[in-house]
């Protein structure tokens, strides 16, 4: 699965290509930018025919404007369903959004918005699609001065999801080792005992910004003995930190799933070890592909409803209900990509 915590670094993330260069025009002047609205197309003769979304206040994109350039930098939330309290967070650090993307039209409005349209893919085998914004001027982004290392002191002193766990809570968020001592801790107070396995026995790779087809992966998964887990540095270190579903968590537990417990994918959702992106395996029949696909990211602390509630998944993947283990011949000791 696919990240760390310094004190959020916030940097620009500018586009460099050509094209766009000479599209901006210079005296678009500098300046900070935030979204109005936006739609999207998968054509863009079509583009003008759809109508405009108006941004909802509640989350909102930012955008940096640099001698012609425009930099996405990212969102500021005064809601989320993965944390109490607001926060800004840079989407694209360490990466450049417009590496994919390309802007194919600016112009200034009478207004004194921008409008600018981008061509784009998510994947490198799809189709372009297209999606146009109109931003105006900012003065400044809400609640940027809460830092990961701000909400993490304030998560701890209110005690608020994961950190009301007492294994949980205790984690230092930004040391893998931690997790996994916490992870034997987890499966411990859940019957499993994985004493035998200690700190030297976990080998870990940090991958570079430029590995961005995974989250995370796992390997030596049928290495009763050893454990290996491949990690996306930038990811790694600056996602922001959330109290109903750390990201961190999430992603460790679904590797160490691989790694210690040696489970594959489901394609059925709910579980820490849902996984339709990677050879997912039907358990009993082909309608568990059907049903609404909740993967780890998306399983909430304390969740009212069952199917999205993180612990309920937990402890079904240490009772081992509804899991696959890996056949441990030859050809399944390859990574497991997140």
């Given at each position: ?322 899991q696959i283990q890996y056949f441990c011949g030859s050809l399944e000791q390859d990574a497991i990509l997140d």
């Amino acid at each position: 699965m696919k990240k760390s915590v310094l004190a959020v670094l916030f940097t620009l993330i500018l586009c460099s290509c050509s094209k766009t260069k000479k599209i901006i025009p210079k005296e678009a002047g500098n300046g900070l930018f935030h979204r109005v609205k936006a739609k999207h197309n998968s054509s863009i003769d079509s583009l003008d025919q759809v109508p405009y979304v108006i941004n909802d206040p509640l989350s909102t994109s930012y955008y940096q404007l640099i001698d012609s350039l425009i930099g996405y930098w990212g969102v500021s939330r005064k809601v989320s369903p993965l944390n109490s309290l607001p926060y800004f967070e840079e989407l694209d650090l360490g990466s450049n959004y417009y590496e994919s993307r390309e802007v194919v039209s600016f112009k200034e409005l009478d207004s004194g918005q921008i409008e600018f349209t981008i061509r784009f893919k998510e994947t490198e085998n799809e189709d372009n699609r297209y999606s146009r914004f109109i931003v105006a001027r900012a003065d400044s982004i809400p609640f940027k001065s809460n830092t990961n290392e701000i909400l993490l002191s304030k998560y701890r002193k209110l005690k608020s999801g994961i950190f009301s766990d007492s294994i949980y809570g205790a984690i230092d968020l930004f040391d893998p080792y931690s997790h996994l001592e916490a992870f034997k801790k987890d499966a411990a107070r859940h019957g499993v005992d994985l004493s035998h396995i200690t700190r030297s026995d976990m080998e870990l790779i940090w991958e570079p910004d430029s590995c961005r087809e995974l989250m995370g992966y796992a390997f030596k998964s049928c290495d009763p003995n050893k454990l290996g887990i491949g990690l996306r540095r930038t990811d790694w270190n600056q996602k922001i930190i959330s109290d109903f579903n750390e990201f961190r968590i999430s992603l460790m537990w679904h590797e160490f799933g691989h790694a210690v417990l040696g489970f594959r994918h489901l394609c059925q959702g709910g579980h820490i070890m849902s996984g339709r992106h990677q050879n997912p395996k039907v358990v009993e029949n082909l309608s568990e592909c059907e049903g609404e696909y909740i993967s780890t990211y998306d399983l909430v602390f304390d969740h009212k409803d069952p199917h999205k509630n993180f612990q309920r998944a937990v402890k079904v993947m240490f009772d081992g209900y509804f899991q696959i283990q890996y056949f441990c011949g030859s050809l399944e000791q390859d990574a497991i990509l997140d």
